[in-house]
């Protein structure tokens, strides 16, 4: 995995205020950068949850909704949602709605690294479940959950998921009631 390549950094309001490496960002104290990620349910109420990697250098093999990832310098983080469903689960033509965005900083214990990020949430609602192709560089496995029952697995095992994961549901599934 190439540690050098470019993040977008942000100022507190999300605003692109330069690029830095990705293994910059998440040395301690950490930057503030911009993360994607992509929230999938199906028609049936099934969340996709993905384990990630245990290659990867923060929060691996943890869950984790369906994929997460930053955007490149300049890149629309729709556009990077859309790129990141395609490389990390194999799916095309997925439609991923912008539902809003939190900010948070979260350390993690087993390498030490920070994810400090202006994290865009998007939500794609699927029609019915898909057979998905993980890149395994970036997945271990996945997961079809009913969506009810994903916050009180993640609270009742709080080390197996990543830290943002319960953040993130609950923001999407708010927004997606507000937005009907």
């Known amino acids: 995995m190439d540690e050098n390549w470019l993040v977008e950094t942000v100022d507190a309001d999300g605003r692109p205020c330069g690029a830095a490496p990705v293994e910059q960002v998440h040395r301690a104290p950490g930057v503030l950068h911009r993360a994607v990620s992509v929230v999938i349910v199906d028609d049936r109420g099934h969340l996709l949850l993905q384990r990630r990697s245990a290659s990867k250098p923060t929060f ?6 369906a994929c997460s990832g930053h955007p490149l310098p300049g890149q ?5 949602a859309a790129v990141r469903v395609y490389e990390e689960l194999g799916l095309t033509a997925v439609v991923a709605e912008p539902v809003g965005c939190l900010r948070h900083r979260m350390r993690d214990p087993a390498g030490g690294r920070v994810e400090y990020v202006f994290h ?7 029609g019915r479940p898909v057979q998905v192709a993980v890149d395994p560089l970036e997945v271990d496995e996945v997961r079809w959950v009913v969506a009810a029952d994903a916050l009180p697995l993640a609270a009742g095992r709080p080390r197996a998921f990543t830290p943002w994961f319960i953040k993130a549901v609950t923001a999407t599934f708010a927004a997606a009631v507000l937005l009907g």
């Open 76 to 80: 629309a983080p729709s556009k990077a």
């Open 60 to 65: 691996a093999s943890r869950w984790d909704v």
């Open 120 to 126: 865009h949430l998007y939500l794609a609602a699927l």
